[in-house]
């Protein structure tokens, strides 16, 4: 061997840091407002969940253990158990937002983390470049991990890692370098398996949690000078050798045209994004004489059918997981609303009845186009034979079909008032996140969050 030292590669993500560190542009700071505010809608109606409401039963159970210990001052601690709750609450109700091709829904993990590391007297500019590099890194690592991963397990949990320490390092200053090792140290212990959907449990909102909790600390502990494992990604016994047998590496890196929250989609119906292109394609065909109704087929794509075939949903949480009852709703109760999947709607004999005329199978068409393009076709089969058909390729909110902002601010008020706040109160805060100048601190957003 000659005396030359052998060029070393530099790590994948200490490569994506340095992206990450480019300056976010006005076009994408002015899109992570309308993410910021969807979330907020999300979150406040979520507070109301089962859930939800057992976490705030035991905060002040956290507070008093934690506060003795020497690891967190009060204000510290605080700041985890609120971090928590945000993380389960903006994920209860399935409205918050998704990446399609990732497989991922990055508001859940990362908006928490980045208002955990958030002050009163933080300016609502640097959150909001924080939100957009938390979005990139969480959708980059998410696309690597692809359908391989997302088999078993639960990709927003083990990318949401990475975008939370992302989102927190922005706040914290960190050098590209420290935001490597802090995605590294958050990104080595891998999210949740899948076998929690099997069951009626709500474990799967613990995931979101536990994921901006490692981003959050991961964060915290590279600005003290922890150093994680930089070759995480691409290593022997990395991340994508143990969890990701197709995965595909180049995703982290690769070119786009722009950041990539303007490829994140809004959901219109508080049901897993899986049931949406069908919702869309029976709203395409109405109005229908419903009493005529033989029968409805719907063709999608393979995980649509593995997650969301169950035509007898036991509970709120698994109806939000059926496309059965979300067609049954949108066809006897009209446009998709959250009280459709509650009682009395969810044991409703007509709801049952329609629910089991309707069959859910895979298209291998649409499997092939999936995960870049959500899709689904439904057939209408009427008691005299006559068939209607229609067929969507992407669904409402994706980039293709975007919502505009009206229908994001009037999503946001709706789930706002389910969560208690009055509309006047929930007017405000819209037009404060989505107009307030960015060198303003977001005190008023902090303060509404506290109070509602």
């Known amino acids: 061997?000659?005396?030359?030292?052998?060029?070393?590669?530099?790590?994948?993500?200490?490569?994506?840091?340095?992206?990450l560190?480019?300056?976010?542009?006005e076009a994408a700071r002015a899109?992570?407002?309308?993410?910021?505010?969807?979330?907020?809608?999300?979150?406040?109606?979520?507070r109301r969940d089962g859930l939800s409401l057992s976490l705030a039963a035991i905060a002040p159970l956290q507070a008093a253990h934690h506060h003795p210990c020497p690891a967190f001052d009060r204000a510290?601690?605080?700041?985890?158990?609120?971090?928590?709750?945000?993380?389960?609450e903006g994920s209860a109700l399935e409205s918050d937002d998704v990446e399609r091709r990732?497989?991922?829904?990055?508001?859940?993990?990362?908006?928490?983390?980045?208002?955990?590391?958030?002050?009163?007297s933080t300016r609502m500019g640097d959150v909001l470049v924080?939100?957009?590099?938390?979005?990139?890194?969480?959708?980059?690592?998410?696309r690597a991990l692809g359908a391989s991963h997302y088999r078993f397990w639960h990709t927003s949990s083990t990318a949401g890692a990475f975008g939370a320490a992302a989102a927190t390092a922005s706040l914290l200053g960190l050098s590209a370098e420290a935001t490597a090792h802090a995605m590294a140290t958050a990104g080595s212990r891998t999210g949740g398996l899948w076998q929690m959907r099997h069951e009626p449990v709500p474990t799967k909102r613990l995931h979101f949690a536990w994921a901006a909790l490692e981003g959050f600390l991961a964060a915290h502990w590279a600005a003290q000078g922890l150093r994680g494992p930089l070759s995480l990604l691409e290593g022997a016994q990395g991340l994508f050798a143990a969890t990701a047998p197709g995965a595909d590496p180049e995703a982290v890196l690769a070119e786009a045209a722009d950041w990539l929250i303007f490829e994140v989609s809004f959901k219109p119906y508080p049901a897993c994004r899986h049931a949406h292109p069908a919702i869309d394609a029976l709203a395409d065909l109405m109005p229908l004489p419903v009493a005529a109704i033989e029968g409805i087929r719907i063709e999608t794509y393979q995980a649509a059918v593995a997650?969301?075939?169950?035509?007898h949903p036991r509970d709120e949480g698994e109806a939000r997981f059926s496309i059965q009852h979300a067609l049954a709703a949108r066809l006897l109760l009209g446009k998709p609303a959250l009280e459709h999947y509650r009682e009395p709607w969810l044991g409703d004999p007509r709801l049952r009845a329609m629910r089991e005329r309707i069959r859910v199978r895979e298209s291998g068409a649409f499997?092939?186009?999936?995960?870049a393009h959500f899709g689904a076709r439904v057939e209408v089969e009427l008691e005299d034979g006559t068939v209607l058909a229609a067929e969507r390729q992407d669904a409402s909110g994706d980039p293709e079909h975007p919502l505009a902002e009206a229908e994001l601010q009037e999503k946001a008020l709706s789930l706002m008032a389910e969560g208690g706040l009055p509309p006047s109160e929930g007017r405000a805060l819209s037009e404060f996140l989505l107009k307030a100048p960015e060198t303003q601190p977001i005190a008023p957003l902090l303060t509404a969050i506290a109070s509602s």
């Open 1 to 19: 061997m000659s005396g030359q030292m052998l060029d070393t590669p530099i790590p994948i993500l200490l490569r994506l840091a340095e992206r």
């Open 307 to 311: 997650f969301c075939d169950r035509m």
């Open 130 to 142: 924080s939100l957009v590099r938390g979005y990139e890194a969480m959708i980059r690592i998410g």
């Open 76 to 88: 510290h601690a605080n700041a985890i158990q609120a971090l928590l709750m945000h993380a389960v």
């Open 367 to 371: 499997s092939a186009r999936f995960p």
């Open 31 to 46: 899109r992570a407002r309308r993410h910021l505010l969807d979330w907020l809608g999300c979150a406040m109606a979520g």
């Open 102 to 120: 990732a497989l991922l829904h990055p508001a859940a993990v990362v908006v928490p983390a980045a208002l955990a590391a958030s002050s009163p």
């Open 21 to 25: 560190s480019h300056p976010a542009s």
